[in-house]
């Protein structure tokens, strides 16, 4: 049968429309150690951070997002894989001696997106094992606190003259601190060479309430600040060589921190200021302003990358859920929990949490919590501790140091009334009741997600 002109020409653009649509980008944008609160657009006065200023305005700021584990290579593990510590194999650090690596039955967000067409770069901090899991189309040498090196590198991968959509995981080495030594934090201008670094005065800085209020604290946070905004000039940079790549309308943007600051009380803990951290969205076609109320974790960046691009059933093999469907709502139903896991920092720091966050109250289980608490190195040999080791100091902040040290089997926190976690409700008879549920209901999570830790422990109450 002879088809008609009209319909062969209707079929012929048919078949080009996919050709012909826009394509569908991500950026996932990682800076390294920085609190949830240390961004003017979560509140701060002080720290100047006008770039992700600008894009919080754009997009959704997630208020209550969570890094799941407050270290460096696990919580990478769990952005490109959504799946929890526990359960992908990266159970510590990567490098050196710590060796740790994916379960050979776990696949990366790069492969998954490698597979539908796209082409991967990872410019910046690696921490990630093993490497043929994260097939990358562009090799990056750029410094990971080089911002003009790491741009520049971004917009050649941008530029590429290659058909496929891109994936670019921009891993910035700001605010990690730069040693062990003295205050060890600043931002040398050797290490971005032409960036003209911002000081902050340790006088106008109020210390955070997890840490003490003395002047080798607030210095420390006066260096820490410096590298925030360094961090920040270079998402500057990064947007605005994707803005000259004509890239800018049709790429999904994600910023978050690894995890927060790696100081007493954060980095390798369960507590606030280790595990909650900094979380935007701006996606193409949505509105900007957005401040949403879901509880929301890292295993949702994966299965929110691949909904953006377009693959079928984004959440399957995760244990998270893609963010796109929430995007334009403040108080979505059915976001009100996550679960966090943590295992070591090290491979010599090795104690094993799992905790469950809801909107007031928050549960952490400590397995192995006849053990003293074995700080992060990077937390151990910092002028910070062990100037309390040195002067035999009682408290750290709000806590007592035997407090920080020797923990309880569980701890039960009221956020409302106790958001520093200091006050153990889990001895208290009036919360017996909601102890026994929110235990039941994280051994419940921890089944569903696969936890072999469970083969051995049990929360009792």
């Given at each position: 049968m002879k088809l008609p002109p009209l319909f062969l020409a209707l079929a012929f653009f048919?078949?080009?429309?996919p050709a012909m649509a826009s394509p569908r980008n991500l950026l996932l944008v990682v800076t390294d150690n920085q609190n949830w609160f240390d961004l003017g657009c979560y509140g701060n006065p002080i720290v100047k951070t006008?770039?992700?200023d600008a894009l919080a305005s754009e997009g959704t700021r997630f208020r209550q997002a969570f890094a799941t584990v407050a270290s460096c290579s696990a919580s990478r593990a769990v952005i490109f894989t959504g799946l929890l510590t526990h359960r992908n194999g990266q159970y510590a650090h990567t490098p050196a001696e710590h060796n740790q690596r994916l379960r050979e039955d776990v696949t990366t967000v790069f492969s998954k997106l490698a597979d539908a067409g796209y082409r991967n770069a990872l410019i910046g901090k690696t921490h990630i094992a093993p490497l043929e899991k994260y097939p990358l189309h562009f090799e990056s040498k750029a410094g990971s606190k080089d911002i003009g090196a790491m741009a520049k590198d971004a917009a050649a991968f941008f530029s590429q003259a290659d058909p496929r959509p891109f994936f670019l995981a921009y891993c910035l080495?700001?605010?990690h601190p730069n040693g062990r030594d003295g205050v060890a934090w600043g931002a040398p201008e050797t290490q971005s060479p032409g960036y003209e670094p911002v000081s902050y005065d340790p006088e106008s800085i109020k210390d955070p309430g997890f840490l003490p209020d003395t002047p080798e604290v607030r210095e420390q946070i006066a260096a820490y600040y410096s590298q925030v905004t360094r961090a920040d000039a270079g998402?500057?940079?990064l947007l605005e060589e994707l803005r000259k790549s004509s890239h800018e309308e049709d790429t999904l943007v994600i910023f978050v921190s690894d995890h927060g600051t790696s100081e007493p009380g954060a980095m390798g803990t369960q507590y606030e200021p280790g595990v909650r951290a900094p979380f935007l969205v701006r996606c193409p076609g949505r509105k900007g302003g957005v401040v949403s109320e879901a509880l929301v974790a890292f295993t949702d960046i994966t299965p929110t990358l691949l909904d953006w691009a377009g693959v079928a059933d984004p959440a399957?093999?995760?244990?998270?859920?893609?963010l796109l469907p929430i995007l334009e709502e403040t108080s979505p139903p059915g976001w009100d929990e996550v679960v966090l896991s943590h295992v070591a920092h090290e491979i010599y720091s090795y104690y094993p949490m799992r905790?469950?966050?809801q909107r007031r109250y928050k549960l952490i289980w400590n397995l192995t919590y006849g053990a003293e608490y074995p700080l992060p190195v990077d937390t151990f040999q910092r002028r910070l501790w062990s100037g309390i080791r040195e002067r035999g100091d009682q408290t750290i902040g709000p806590r007592t140091v035997d407090q920080f040290l020797h923990r309880p089997k569980l701890e039960l926190y009221d956020l409302e009334e106790d958001p520093w976690e200091v006050r153990n409700l889990a001895d208290r008879p009036e919360h017996a009741d909601r102890l026994r549920s929110m235990s039941e209901r994280l051994v419940k999570r921890l089944e569903e997600t696969g936890d072999p830790w469970l083969l051995k422990y049990r929360p009792e109450w």
């Open positions: 048919a078949g080009l429309a006008p770039h992700l080495g700001d605010p998402v500057g940079l399957k093999g995760t244990h998270g859920r893609s905790t469950l966050r």
